[in-house]
């Protein structure tokens, strides 16, 4: 096996991929992309999921998730973003993911936490 000096590269992984990663380690029962043309021609791209209901052998519950076409994303991007972090709060994995979108989505969100923690302990 041969060292690579001076190569640099960047490789990015969508959140539809890293969602089917979680599907597939978290065995969940079903998981689709629909997608829908509004009336006004808007194109909606979802995640649909089914989660087990902790607790009972039979039980299922479908979520679905859905976004707006925007520029430089796909459709269903933005929902597979959401459906995982519903998915990180029912199972409580942690993904790692190092690209400066997320860690600043991240780092937002954590503020806001913190935000929001601070202003009820005060109240």
Known sequence: MGLIYGWMFAVNCSYVHLLDVVVSRCRLPFHSYPREVMEDGDLLGGVEIEVDVLGSDALTVRRFFWSQASVGLSIYESAAFQAICFLQGVYG???????????????????????????????
């Not at 806001?112 to 302990?121: E, G, N």
């Open 93 to 123: 994995f942690v993904l790692l993911d190092y690209n400066y979108r997320s860690m600043s989505t991240y780092r937002e969100l954590a503020r806001s936490a913190v935000v929001l923690a601070a202003s009820l302990v005060r109240a």
